[in-house]
């Protein structure tokens, strides 16, 4: 089907700059690029690749609630120790 109508989105420098790159990167004019884009189901062409990632963090969820909960201790037990009053030792 030959391409007829136009589209025209405003969006920043930045952002520019980044579709830009992804389309050149991917080896496609910027158009082509956000044409395929439109026509792809990303959650399907990347679901492997997703479904690895969230089981990775899955696996990984137990560890990093330990170190936040370690992390929160610590920092209690600092303040803590910032509020109690000190006393200078006598020379």
Do not use: C, W
């Amino acid at each position: 089907m030959l391409a007829s109508a136009r589209l025209v989105v405003q969006m920043t420098p930045k952002e520019k700059k980044t579709l830009e790159g992804r389309a050149k990167r991917a080896g496609l004019s910027t158009a082509e690029f956000v044409r395929r884009r439109v026509n792809s189901d990303d959650l399907d062409e990347h679901r492997e690749e997703i479904e690895a990632l969230l089981s990775t963090l899955e696996a990984s969820a137990p560890a990093i609630l330990q170190s936040v909960e370690s992390t929160l201790a610590t920092a209690i037990a600092m303040m803590a120790d910032l509020e109690q009053p000190h006393t200078k030792a006598s020379p």
